[in-house]
């Protein structure tokens, strides 16, 4: 299985339908990526929905969403949601993309993504880092 340690330049994976993999790793402290990817993949996705799909993926390895929206009509994608993995220095900020064809959901890291709202995302997770700490 492909990991989110990709080549900057490397076009973005799409999440193929649901593979059987192993999430056994050793507790290294890092966010569990493979385990989100995997997770990502067993979501049935025409039944459930994008945002249910995502949400589910993400809570099944203690993340959270961090916003989740729809793209305006003459961009790539129909959606796209951005979700923070692990925390502190070792959090894994990521963008899932509903492509316009709505079949496999294309998975990036924010450093690795050239798409347009990679550029928001570290600061909208710092605001809400900031906001919860306030509340």
Known sequence: MNTLNAVAGKAPREIPSAIPASTDQPDTGKPDMMGFELALQLQDLQSSGFEEAVTAAVDSVGGKVLFDMPLPEETDCQRVAAVSVGSGKERALVLVMLPKDGE????????????PVAGIVAAYAGLMNHLAVAA
Request: proline share 0%.
């Open 104 to 115: 496999a959901l294309r998975v990036e890291t924010v450093e690795e993504s050239s798409h």
